[in-house]
T-cell receptor, first 115, second 117 residues
């Protein structure tokens, strides 16, 4: 079974530029998460989708971050314009949607450096 | 809101020895899960072990075991017979239990574990 795929693995941009990250979850996983992991910290949820609907985006800086999950499969996270403090690893995870505990499976992440 | 605290930023131990990583958490929830994740330099977050809060018995997975103290809100990870491949960042995480659907993970700040040959 293929895991969660993310691209690109690395991205370097100048501040005020825009950037987009892509995530393809495990086939059949209805729930998709984007986490931001700043160096020296644990991952923090940015946004959670169930199918193509948003469940939780309370920690998403909506003035510069946006995310979409068209057709309830792939997802794209965009930052525009980027700030220095956006330098981080962006992790995508997915899980099944059923009663009880659903394990979250993580992708390899995208390391973003904003100069 | 839930908080997870890992008070040991770094630890190191000789290969084959036993090491214990500490984690405390704060929540008003009564039903939840606790997890330990491993993140090697490849950045892939890997689930090591999980514990259901309603279970009194401590979870065990091969060389990995936990000491879950619900009243004290403590959840430590013990790694026995440590191996070089155990070198990684270890994150403690909390998840609220829902009857349907999924909840986010709340992570601690991590402990960098180094196994010395």
């Amino acid at each position: 079974e293929a895991g969660v795929a993310q691209s690109p693995r690395y991205k370097i941009i100048e501040k005020r530029q825009s950037v987009a990250f892509w995530c393809n979850p495990i086939s059949g996983h209805a729930t998709l998460y984007w986490y931001q992991q700043i160096l020296g910290q644990g991952p923090k949820l940015l946004i959670q989708f169930q199918n193509n609907g948003v469940v939780d985006d309370s920690q998403l800086p909506k003035d510069r971050f946006s995310a979409e999950r068209l057709k309830g499969v792939d997802s794209t996270l965009k930052i525009q314009p980027a700030k220095l403090e956006d330098s981080a690893v962006y992790l995508c995870a997915s899980s099944l949607d059923r009663g009880g505990l659903n394990e979250q499976f993580f992708g390899p992440g995208t390391r973003l450096t904003v100069l | 809101a839930q908080t997870v605290t890992q008070s040991q930023p770094e630890m190191s131990v000789q290969e084959a020895e036993t090491v214990t990583l500490s984690c405390t958490y704060d929540t008003s929830e009564s039903n939840y899960y606790l997890f330990w994740y491993k993140q090697p330099p490849s950045r892939q977050m890997i689930l090591v072990i999980r514990q259901e809060a309603y279970k009194q018995q401590n979870a065990t997975e091969n060389r990995f075991s936990v000491n879950f103290q619900k009243a004290a809100k403590s959840f430590s990870l013990k790694i026995s017979d440590s191996q070089l491949g155990d070198t990684a960042m270890y994150f403690c995480a909390f998840m609220k239990l829902k009857n349907f659907g999924n909840e986010k993970l709340t992570f601690g700040t991590g402990t960098r574990l180094t196994i010395i040959p």
